[in-house]
Structure formats: structure tokens, C-alpha cells
């Protein structure tokens, strides 16, 4: 969800210049074996054929995506499917500027995840922090994919871990959860762990908890059972969480919480919607360099989130919900953030959010233009600015990561 601040700025349009497609710079093999100086990304990998259950592209599950009315359809932004193979692809009732029918992706294709850690290769990007959410636990595409990353991974010479998102997780209804995790980590991401790919540090393999103090309805009793069922698990994982943007201030609201985010080994704070392009420059100063020097202060390493823009609004309903179309003005946006957050803070390691989120509009892979985008559901989708190429921000990031990278 995006703040009022967010909202009323995503509503202006940059009259920057367009951008061609930016110099690669790629680089050799990772060292999974640390998680200081990576530039990573978020994954959600939840995109599937029609009829494959909760695919993330449209609510009328098992029925072919086409021109419906906002909250039928599940995303904001439309990807450019160019560069990956056929077979993972599948027709649309969306018809293109061109007449031609607009195809979609499944993500738990293999080459799907094998041209996205091609990407990653070519733009420098050290990896991904593979999401694995609770209400998905046993849902094998899920697993399925996480073993489709791997072998991408070790190929492409990238990193991955995993992150278990909470915010399905429910206090009133614990029931089963510590021995779901437990047991999914032992059987599922273990084996995982003896990748060449799987990020470790000091000797620990990486995973991320997220959603302490932000999952409305996980209270601090049950995320201090969580984090300790975890953190005591064998292989003993190193561990990041994922926090509230406003975590400092639960030392006073909301000590039984704070107190948990102390436990941790990174602190990254949830910052997507925090702040809009004209108000980046008075969080950064006033939000992101104070959450560095505290976690300094108390031993932490402190990794920030940044974003490239987003929206949610056909995900949430269309105008009736409020949330417009946003626009990333033209780079600008994201780019003050890896200038500041990135290279002049030089964090122990980059989150970014999010390698191929379409719904909330915040991916940084192959997305069509204005000029390219079916005009349906009324009044259409969002675009990159026309004439950008379709890997933009992914290129964007790689300029900066490999700048990131020369800092260590």
C-alpha cells in the first residue's frame, strides 16, 4: 500500500528526456560465501498458467486474462515477453496496440528462471532472496521452483536464499505454524544449503524473516516463537528481518517487538510506499542514515530497501480504491535512491524491491512502454516511459551495483 504523500506524487509526470538501453557490465561468478557488499533482489516467482491455482495475474482463476474491469484483472504493469521461450508463455484476451494478442509468463517455467538469472549474469546483480509464503508452504509448483533456481543459479555463477514471508501468518490462528516452518526448512531449504549458490555468511546459511511489526496480525508473543524456532534450527541459519519501516520507534511503542529485532543479525525495514520522489531526499536524511547509525550502535548490520516506483491499482479495485497509476519519472526516482542509499551510505547489503512483482508495480525486469500497452481494463495499464528499453531498471541497477561493489 502507498502513503498519501506517495499517492499525490505519483500523479505527476516527469518531462525527462527518454533514456536507450544502458552499457552492461558483467561480471564473473559470485562469492555466495558472503552477504556483505551483494545487490540483490526480492523474488516472487508466484505466476502461473490459467487454471494453476493463485496465479497473480487475474482473480477469475482457471479463465484465460482479458479485458475485464479493474480488481478482475491482478497487475499494473504489462511484461515484455520478447526474450523468453515460447513454451512458458500463453495467449491473452489482451490485444496489443499492434492487433496481435498479449502473451503472459509462468513462472515456475525453467526458461523463465534461466533468463532471469541470465539478466541477473549480464547486469552485474548478485542474486535473489527467494520468497516462500506460508499459505504456500506445500504448494509444490513452490517448491518445484525453488529447485528451478537453484540449478539457474549455479549456472549463471548468481546467489540465492530464502525468505519466508509472514504476513499471511495469524496470531489468532497459530495452530501448526512453528512445526510448518520447521519442518519446511529441514526438508526443503536444507537441501538447498549445500549449493554452491546458497548464500552464506560467517559460515551460516542466509535466510530472511520478514514481516515483524509489519503483519498486522502476527503479535510479538508468536513472532518471538517463530524467530527463536529458527534461529536455533540446524543447519543454524544467519539471519535477516524484515521489519517495519518505523521499527526505531517500537523501543518505546512496542519494546516486546523491538526487542526481537535486536535478536536478528541484519535489520532491513520495509520502506516501499514510505516516501515519493519529492520526498526522498528528507527520508533518507531523517529516516534511512539514523536506522544505519542505530543498528551500527547496537552490533546489527542494517541492509536498506529501495524501489523503482510502483502502484496497486487494479489490484485494489481501480479509482474506487484511490491508489493511481504511478510513474517512475523517467529513472529519476530510483536513482536518487541508489545514488544515496546505496552508494554514498555503502549498506552491508542491497535490497531491492522487486525483481518481478507486476502487481504492485515495483518489478525491475522487461515491461512494455506506454505505446505498447493493451488499452484494457479501462483506463490501462502502465508503462515504462515510451522509449525506454524493455530492461531499463534492471540495467539501471546493474550500472549501480557494479559501483556498490567496488566500495568493498
Not at 536444507?190 to 511489526?213: C, D, K, N, Q, T
Not at 542491497?350 to 512483482?357: H, I, N, T
Request: hydrophobic share 35%.
Amino acid at each position: 500500500m502507498f502513503s498519501a504523500a506517495v499517492i499525490a506524487s505519483l500523479l505527476s509526470l516527469s518531462s525527462l528526456s527518454t533514456a536507450s538501453p544502458l552499457e552492461r557490465r558483467q561480471t564473473g561468478p559470485i562469492n555466495a560465501s558472503s552477504l556483505e557488499g551483494k545487490f540483490l533482489y526480492g523474488y516472487q516467482g508466484f505466476f502461473r498458467r490459467p487454471g494453476q491455482g493463485n496465479d497473480h495475474w487475474a482473480i477469475n482463476y482457471g479463465e484465460i486474462p482479458g479485458p475485464s474491469t479493474p480488481g478482475d484483472v491482478q497487475f499494473d504493469t504489462f511484461p515484455a515477453v520478447e526474450q523468453y521461450p515460447d513454451e512458458c508463455l500463453f495467449e491473452t484476451r489482451f490485444i496489443l496496440p499492434d492487433g496481435s494478442k498479449a502473451k503472459l509468463f509462468e513462472s515456475n517455467c525453467t526458461g523463465i528462471i534461466d533468463t532471469h538469472f541470465r539478466w541477473m549474469s549480464e547486469n552485474s546483480i548478485d542474486g535473489i532472496l527467494v520468497q516462500r509464503f506460508y499459505n504456500d508452504i506445500n504448494d509444490q509448483s513452490f517448491i518445484q521452483l525453488l529447485s528451478q533456481v537453484r540449478t539457474a543459479a549455479e549456472k549463471w555463477g548468481r546467489g540465492f536464499a530464502v525468505e519466508y514471508d509472514l504476513s499471511q501468518v495469524s496470531s489468532d490462528n497459530f495452530g501448526s505454524v512453528i512445526s510448518d516452518l520447521q519442518n519446511d526448512y529441514a526438508n526443503v531449504v536444507a537441501p538447498l544449503i549445500s549449493s554452491p549458490a546458497y548464500l552464506h555468511h560467517e559460515g551460516r546459511p542466509v535466510i530472511e524473516l520478514w514481516g515483524f511489526g509489519i503483519a498486522s496480525n502476527l503479535r510479538s508473543p508468536e513472532a518471538q516463537q517463530i524467530f527463536s524456532a529458527l534461529r536455533n534450527a540446524n543447519p543454524n541459519p544467519y539471519v535477516i528481518l524484515g521489519v517495519q519501516q518505523a521499527w526505531r520507534a517500537d523501543k518505546n511503542d512496542r519494546p516486546d517487538f523491538y526487542n526481537i529485532y535486536t535478536q536478528g543479525d541484519v535489520i532491513q525495514p520495509w520502506t516501499v510506499g514510505s516516501y515519493s520522489n519529492d520526498s526522498y531526499d528528507g527520508f533518507y536524511s531523517g529516516t534511512t542514515v539514523p536506522d544505519k547509525q542505530l543498528t551500527d550502535s547496537i552490533n546489527l548490520k542494517y541492509s536498506p530497501v529501495i524501489w523503482p516506483g510502483g502502484s496497486d491499482r487494479n489490484r485494489q479495485g481501480g479509482a474506487s480504491s484511490g491508489v493511481p497509476f504511478g510513474n517512475r519519472w523517467n529513472g529519476t526516482f530510483y536513482t536518487d535512491q541508489l545514488d544515496k542509499a546505496v552508494i554514498d551510505l555503502k549498506p552491508f547489503f542491497v535490497f531491492s524491491a522487486m525483481f518481478d512483482e507486476y502487481p504492485e508495480s515495483t518489478q525491475a525486469i522487461a515491461t512494455l512502454d506506454f505505446s505498447e500497452v493493451p488499452p484494457d481494463p479501462n483506463p490501462g495499464f502502465i508503462g515504462l516511459d515510451n522509449g525506454f528499453d524493455h530492461n531499463y531498471y534492471l540495467q539501471l541497477a546493474g550500472r549501480y551495483a557494479v559501483r556498490y561493489h567496488e566500495l568493498f
